[in-house]
Structure formats: structure tokens, C-alpha cells
């Protein structure tokens, strides 16, 4: 399996995940991983250039910065959080942190992506997950980490990356009796797929990236242990796997794929399921 992943990686992938590969099973320096997200750093502190590929151009952009903290949290490299929490703090004082800004309205992106400047819970709680998996401190994400918990606690409908999102923020945040009591409530909570595409969806794995997660009681074992099985069976032909939402652009499939293959395998060792 890794092996028929690596050969699609070297095939197909960006350098960023063929680094974050060799990192993860081939025994790669992080000091790797870090500069290839490097490259797409800006000179404002935030990340830009298509690091996340629905969101293409120059300009710094939420889903880049949670994307690049994500990796950073993989290769444990805490001390490149603080140039995007600066970045966060002029962008976005208030710790509400937008899905796009409208700095990137001329610049091709994905037609989900509102580039509105309005801030939401989508992406507050996932930056505000990957900052406290990096052990960060900051007074702006004590203001974002209030407002998650004032959306979080008033949700009633949500959609999956929006339920995703909280989980994210609940598996990472300090105050872990709070986090109990409120993934007890989301739990309960149907997340609507209306105006998804057919067949997208977010499975048990997404929610419960480990076996720690506290969505993890969102599901019985024998649920997990079958979405596992689908994961695990999922590995194509050319040994990636697919993602579950439309690529808007031809260039971003196997973008996208080799995301989506290396997360696979990081989620199948998680579990157990490969060393």
C-alpha cells in the first residue's frame, strides 16, 4: 500500500507533498516539509500562491494559512505560527476568520469560495485548532477561541465541514471539560448536505481524525471499523486515492489526490491499520 502510494506520489505530486511523504514514512527532515510551505509565504506573514488548491493567486488567503498550519502541527515546527498569527491579527482583530477575502475576488478560486471578507465558524475553528496543536499562545486566538465557542454552543444547523470544523476545534482546545460536554450535544446534530454535489459527503474518519478525537462517540466501533475498511480499499490503481468534492479546475484533481493519499495513509496508521 505505502509503496503503490509512493510511486503515485513521485508520479503526480507536488514537491510539498512529496516532501511531507518522505517525511511521514521515509524518514524526510521536517526542515524539508517547512520549505516547501515556505515558498508560498508572502511578505505579510500569511500564505498564498494556490498552497491550498481551490483557492489559486498571489494574495494571502485563510485557507492557505490553515493549510500551511496544518503541516507545520505534521512536522511539529511550532515556531512558524507566529508570522500567521501577526497576520491574522491585521486581517482579522476581531477572531472571526473568513472562508475567502475579498483581496482575491480578481484571482481564480473554487465557486464555493465567497470572497466576502465575513467571518465565520468554517475556518475560525479549524486555524484556531491548528494554533493550539502548535502550543500557541496569542491573545488573538484567545479572541478567536470565544467566538468558536459562541457559535459552537449556539449551533443548531450546520453542514459537514462546518461539524468537521468544530470537532477540529473541540479535539484541540485547552479547556477539555467544556470540549466534552459540547461534542456530547454536536452529536446529536444532522449536519444538511443541501447544494453538495452527488455522492459528497463527510465520513466517520473525517470527524474522528484519531482515535482520540471526541467525535469518535459520535459513531459505534462497528461504524468506524467499516468506514476504515472503505478507506483502506479505497487505494486506487495508481496508488492514490480520490477526494470527495468536485475539482473546479483540471490541475487541482491530482492536487488534491496526493492531499487526500497521504491523509489516508497518516489516518490508516493512526488507527492502526498500517505501521
Same mark, same amino acid.
Request: charged residues 25%; aromatic residues 10%; hydrophobic residues 40%.
Given at each position: 500500500?505505502?509503496?503503490?502510494?509512493?510511486?503515485?506520489?513521485?508520479?503526480?505530486?507536488?514537491?510539498?507533498?512529496?516532501?511531507?511523504?518522505?517525511?511521514?514514512?521515509?524518514?524526510?527532515?521536517?526542515?524539508?516539509?517547512?520549505?516547501?510551505?515556505?515558498?508560498?509565504?508572502?511578505?505579510?506573514?500569511?500564505?498564498?500562491?494556490?498552497?491550498?488548491?481551490?483557492?489559486?493567486?498571489?494574495?494571502?488567503?485563510? &485557507?492557505? =494559512? #490553515?493549510? /500551511?498550519?496544518?503541516?507545520?502541527? +505534521?512536522?511539529?515546527?511550532?515556531?512558524?505560527?507566529?508570522? $500567521?498569527?501577526?497576520?491574522?491579527?491585521?486581517?482579522?482583530?476581531?477572531?472571526?476568520?473568513?472562508?475567502?477575502?475579498?483581496?482575491?475576488?480578481?484571482?481564480?478560486?473554487?465557486?464555493?469560495?465567497?470572497?466576502?471578507?465575513?467571518?465565520?465558524?468554517?475556518?475560525?475553528?479549524?486555524?484556531?485548532?491548528? &494554533?493550539? =496543536? #502548535?502550543? /500557541?499562545?496569542?491573545?488573538?486566538? +484567545?479572541?478567536?477561541?470565544?467566538?468558536?465557542?459562541?457559535? $459552537?454552543?449556539?449551533?443548531?444547523?450546520?453542514?459537514?465541514?462546518?461539524?468537521?470544523?468544530?470537532?477540529?476545534?473541540?479535539?484541540?482546545?485547552?479547556?477539555?471539560?467544556?470540549?466534552?460536554?459540547?461534542?456530547?450535544?454536536?452529536?446529536?446534530?444532522?449536519?444538511?448536505?443541501?447544494?453538495?454535489?452527488?455522492?459528497? =459527503? #463527510?465520513?466517520?474518519?473525517?470527524?474522528?481524525?484519531?482515535?482520540?478525537?471526541?467525535?469518535?462517540?459520535?459513531?459505534?466501533?462497528?461504524?468506524?471499523?467499516?468506514?476504515?475498511?472503505?478507506?483502506?480499499?479505497?487505494?486506487?490503481?495508481?496508488?492514490?486515492?480520490?477526494?470527495?468534492?468536485?475539482?473546479?479546475?483540471?490541475?487541482?484533481?491530482?492536487?488534491?489526490?496526493?492531499?487526500?493519499?497521504?491523509?489516508?495513509?497518516?489516518?490508516?496508521?493512526?488507527?492502526?491499520?498500517?505501521?
Amino acid at each position: 500500500m505505502i509503496e503503490q502510494a509512493r510511486t503515485f506520489l513521485w508520479t503526480n505530486a507536488r514537491t510539498l507533498e512529496q516532501r511531507w511523504f518522505e517525511h511521514a514514512f521515509d524518514g524526510g527532515k521536517a526542515e524539508h516539509v517547512v520549505n516547501a510551505v515556505l515558498a508560498y509565504r508572502n511578505d505579510d506573514g500569511g500564505y498564498g500562491h494556490g498552497l491550498e488548491p481551490d483557492h489559486r493567486g498571489p494574495t494571502s488567503q485563510p &485557507l492557505h =494559512a #490553515l493549510r /500551511a498550519l496544518q503541516v507545520f502541527a +505534521e512536522v511539529n515546527a511550532p515556531e512558524h505560527a507566529e508570522p $500567521i498569527l501577526a497576520w491574522l491579527t491585521d486581517t482579522c482583530p476581531d477572531g472571526a476568520v473568513p472562508f475567502g477575502m475579498s483581496t482575491s475576488k480578481n484571482h481564480p478560486k473554487a465557486p464555493w469560495i465567497a470572497a466576502d471578507d465575513q467571518g465565520g465558524l468554517l475556518l475560525t475553528a479549524q486555524i484556531a485548532a491548528g &494554533l493550539y =496543536a #502548535l502550543n /500557541a499562545t496569542d491573545p488573538w486566538l +484567545e479572541r478567536a477561541t470565544d467566538y468558536c465557542w459562541q457559535e $459552537i454552543e449556539k449551533l443548531e444547523k450546520t453542514h459537514p465541514y462546518e461539524l468537521r470544523a468544530a470537532a477540529m476545534f473541540l479535539d484541540e482546545v485547552p479547556d477539555r471539560s467544556r470540549a466534552e460536554l459540547a461534542a456530547a450535544r454536536l452529536k446529536h446534530l444532522t449536519p444538511s448536505t443541501e447544494g453538495y454535489a452527488d455522492g459528497e =459527503a #463527510l465520513e466517520p474518519h473525517t470527524y474522528a481524525q484519531k482515535p482520540t478525537s471526541l467525535a469518535r462517540a459520535w459513531f459505534t466501533e462497528e461504524e468506524l471499523d467499516k468506514d476504515l475498511d472503505a478507506l483502506e480499499r479505497g487505494q486506487q490503481e495508481d496508488g492514490g486515492w480520490n477526494f470527495g468534492f468536485p475539482a473546479f479546475t483540471p490541475i487541482v484533481d491530482f492536487e488534491w489526490r496526493s492531499i487526500a493519499t497521504v491523509d489516508a495513509l497518516l489516518t490508516l496508521r493512526r488507527y492502526g491499520r498500517i505501521s
